[in-house]
């Protein structure tokens, strides 16, 4: 079984300045990797997603993650970010082969001006 | 355009009815999933299913039924048995079981009078 663990329920940041939101993860086998993200009363949109190759991916809205395996870790960051990123933020890990993702309990994202 | 419509937006219950929340796809998707999202606890799975009449529990079916005689149906019935409904619940659909990642509705909030 896999689990995900999202060190952050909330990050408030100032507008323009870097985050980063944390997500680990379990499993004794290799994994997919996503991160979604939320707004206000509507569902999930997938932001970015590991699946092989690059360890490093990019999503359109200046959003990346690394994935570490040897640290089990799949952080998000952003060099600078707007407010119009505030929103709660999902790790996910699916095994291959296994039928489900499993999410974890989502960080929520404040960012002020 | 194609995408999964849940309806309706917001759904009240007295104690002891049971309530269908629908979820309908017009993704051609064969895997489609129910979730349900409490504050701090992310994405529960509760049913999920494959393919057309066929669906499997997730981590917290108890107090729930579903049934999927259509592709593009996933209907999502809450009993009198499950003894803490009011939740945002989440259906989502895939090409299958194994693609990912999954895409998402804009959820159902479910609260009891």
């Known amino acids: 079984a896999q689990s995900v663990t999202q060190l952050d329920s909330q990050v408030p940041v100032f507008e323009e300045a870097p985050v980063e939101l944390r997500c680990n993860y379990s499993?004794?086998?290799?994994?997919?990797l996503f991160w979604y993200v939320q707004y206000p009363n509507q569902g999930l949109q997938l932001l970015l997603k590991?699946?092989?190759?690059?360890?490093l991916v990019e999503s359109i809205n200046g959003f990346e993650a690394e994935f570490n395996k040897s640290q089990t870790s799949f952080h998000l960051r952003k060099p600078s970010v707007h407010i119009s990123d505030t929103a709660e933020y999902f790790c996910?890990?699916?095994?291959?082969?296994?039928?489900?993702?499993?999410f974890g309990k989502g960080t929520m994202l404040l960012v002020s001006p | 355009d194609g995408g999964i419509t849940q309806s309706p937006k917001y759904l009240f219950r007295k104690e002891g009815q049971n309530v269908t929340l629908s979820c309908e796809q017009n993704?051609?998707?064969?895997?489609m999933y129910w979730y349900r999202q409490d504050p701090g606890q992310g994405l529960r799975l509760i049913y999920y299913?494959?393919?057309?009449?066929?669906?499997q529990k997730g981590d917290i079916a108890e107090g729930y039924s579903v049934s999927r005689e259509k592709k593009e149906s996933f209907p999502l019935t809450v009993t009198s048995a499950q003894k803490n409904p009011t939740a945002f619940y989440l259906c989502?659909?895939?090409?299958?079981?194994?693609?990912?990642?999954?895409?998402f509705g804009d959820g159902t909030r479910l609260s009891i009078l």
């Open positions: 989502a659909s895939s090409p299958r079981v194994e693609d990912q990642p999954q895409h």
């Open positions: 499993s004794s086998v290799s994994v997919y």
């Open positions: 590991y699946l092989s190759g690059s360890t």
């Open positions: 996910a890990v699916m095994a291959p082969g296994y039928s489900t993702l499993t």
């Open positions: 993704l051609n998707h064969d895997a």
């Open positions: 299913s494959q393919i057309v009449n066929d669906f």
